[in-house]
Nanobody
Framework: QVKLIESGGGMVQVGDSLRLSCAASGDTFSRYALGWFRQRPGSDRTFLAGISVSGGVTYYASPVEGRATISRDNAKDTMYLQMNGLQLEDTAVYYC??????????????????WGQGTQVTVSL
């Protein structure tokens, strides 16, 4: 099993940038595809971005496409989500997720087995 811990959330203003981190432990990090979800107040969790085992393949959902970058450092067992041009609607709890896979070219999984506890991002005027 892998344990995921997010960090980097906080209070920012509209237009700011933020980098979220997800540190993993407990298993071989490079066996897992990784991703980010968020849950806005009163809404379901939404998939934002995914990255393949090696980091060579990425996927972005429409809420963040063009203003976010997902990356991973397998040597540091850490994944990142750089978000730019934050808007009020980006206020949410952000979760990192993982799924073990042998497909090194897959950035989107049918299910994500492991979830972090979440980190709050609050965007204000």
């Amino acid at each position: 099993q892998v344990k995921l811990i997010e960090s980097g959330g906080g209070m920012v203003q509209v237009g700011d940038s933020l980098r979220l981190s997800c540190a993993a432990s407990g298993d071989t990090f490079s066996r897992y595809a990784l991703g980010w979800f968020r849950q806005r107040p009163g809404s379901d969790r939404t998939f934002l971005a995914g990255i393949s085992v090696s980091g060579g393949v990425t996927y972005y959902a429409s809420p963040v496409e063009g203003r976010a970058t997902i990356s991973r450092d397998n040597a540091k067992d850490t994944m990142y989500l750089q978000m730019n041009g934050l808007q009020l609607e980006d206020t949410a709890v952000y979760y990192c997720v993982a799924h073990m896979t042998s497909n090194h070219n897959a950035a989107v999984m049918m299910r994500w087995d492991y979830w972090g506890q979440g980190t709050q991002v609050t965007v204000s005027l």
